[in-house]
């Protein structure tokens, strides 16, 4: 029996035994995480009454983990004093994520019970544009002046340090501008009466607050740092972006990219979460567009209806061609989407990622021709066959690969996620240009 049936187990027992202080006592010891996603097993009442038996920052800190129905269901049980003991505990940029999923009146009710200068911060961060740097930064850090000495920015630290999200990474302002940043660490290793301004680093990295929130991403990426400073028109740093948010970014990019890559629309909602016509809705544009793409090959078969009547054997060798074809394609255009996402790849570099690709694909089509071939040869005995169907798969891996490599490329020039010229859709463009390749290559060895 594994850890979390073993917790579940227990708990659910001395919740039916009533068994109050054993709760409490065996919860105190779980992680947040862990509690969060044990109280999705239980029913609505059971889940606010188990909530109420946490420690106050567990309690906190365990909310923050739960997803939005969870947490409205628990605002909704809440008298007003616990809900503002919840508020008091979250950060900022929290609050403002479980705002922007919660109906109009719960929204109001969580605004009522933050105290003014919260409800002030919230509201200019849901100002920003959605999917902004300014969406996900927190206003709680630690700003230091230039002029201060090391010791009394440590003194700074201890005094404000326990009510702001991180104290890893300390900000210099000059005026509200950001002049530079310094570490705890630097902090640790300096003499006491060195000034901040003797040690911070003014080499800075930091991001606009209507940035791209997958720029941002990339940035935590690149550099490898544990938060962003967010700074206005003016270079005023108006928050930071910490790396657990970035994380979160990271992972719904990521879920977008997969959807897409699909043929899918991307949906904010879990599986199970997402009703059936919801779901509908999500596929059903893309399978149409693919579905009639699909026509152009029934097209393509009857306008060549007389070679195969001639050479019915021809039929029988498409669905290879074919799919040799798609999975060439969707092995070049996984590898280009994933080189745009981590910038490795340029919109600039379609000439050099072409010739790549056209340099891998004679030698994989060469391969690939020759074992095909010499099939052929072993169980038809038909030379002309073995070698119409050679020179179509070295032109359909070739083209396939080109073509793999070339549409997430173009997607990205023309401001569309290349993640859409993946799988179905390259696959079916493919298709069809491996079908026409195959009946012209044929109608030129063969006497029809």
């Known amino acids: 029996m594994d850890e979390e049936t073993l917790l579940y187990e227990l708990v659910a027992e001395y919740l039916q035994q009533k068994n109050f202080s054993k709760l409490r006592e065996l919860m105190a010891n779980e992680y947040p995480a862990d509690l969060a996603q044990l109280f999705t097993e239980f029913q609505e009442k059971d889940v606010l009454l188990l909530y109420r038996l946490l420690p106050k920052e567990l309690a906190s800190d365990t909310f923050s983990y739960m997803d939005s129905d969870m947490q409205e269901n628990l605002i909704n049980g809440f008298s007003d004093k616990e809900l503002r003991e919840v508020l008091d505990q979250t950060f900022i940029d929290d609050t403002v994520d479980m705002i922007e999923e919660m109906p109009a009146n719960v929204v109001n009710r969580i605004l009522r019970n933050c105290d003014p200068q919260s409800r002030n911060a919230i509201n200019q961060i849901l100002k920003y544009p959605e999917d902004s740097a300014g969406t996900l930064m927190t206003i709680e850090y630690v700003n230091l002046s230039k002029e201060l000495t090391v010791s ?47 040690i911070m680093e003014t080499n800075l990295i930091f991001v606009n607050s209507h940035e791209d929130r997958e720029v941002v991403a990339h940035q935590f990426q690149k550099y490898d740092i544990l938060a962003l400073p967010v700074v206005d028109a003016e270079e005023r740093l108006v928050g930071i972006i910490t790396f657990d948010d970035a994380m979160d970014v990271i992972q719904e990019e990521n879920t977008e990219d997969f959807s897409k890559m699909a043929a899918m629309t991307p949906s904010d909602d879990s599986y199970f979460k997402t009703g059936v016509f919801a779901q509908v809705k999500n596929r059903i544009f893309w399978l149409l567009v693919l579905m009639l793409t699909s026509a152009i090959t029934g097209i393509i078969i009857n306008q060549f209806e007389k070679t195969i009547e001639a050479i019915p054997i021809l039929v029988s060798f498409m669905p290879m061609l074919t799919g040799t074809g ?21 919109t600039g570099d379609v000439l050099k990622v072409l010739w790549k690709e056209f340099r891998i694909a004679l030698v994989i089509s060469t391969i690939l021709a020759s074992v095909n071939g010499l099939r052929i040869l072993i169980f038809y005995q038909n030379p002309i066959l073995a070698l119409v169907l050679t020179i179509s798969i070295v032109a359909t891996v070739i ?50």
């Open 152 to 198: 009394e920015a440590i003194s700074r630290i201890r005094k404000v340090g326990p009510n702001k999200e991180t104290i890893y990474t300390c900000y210099v302002t000059e005026a509200r501008k950001l002049i530079g940043i310094v570490s705890v660490k630097d902090l640790l290793i300096a003499n006491d009466d060195e000034l901040i301004s003797d």
């Open 326 to 346: 798609g999975n060439c394609s969707s092995q070049s255009s996984a590898l280009i989407i994933r080189g745009l996402a981590l910038d490795e790849i340029k």
């Open 399 to 448: 083209l396939s690969k080109l073509i793999g490599g070339l549409l997430p490329i173009a997607a990205k020039k023309i401001h569309l996620d290349p993640a859409v010229m993946a799988g179905p859709l390259v696959t079916t463009i493919v298709d069809t240009c491996a079908t026409l390749l195959y009946f012209v290559i044929a109608i030129q060895f063969f006497d029809i």
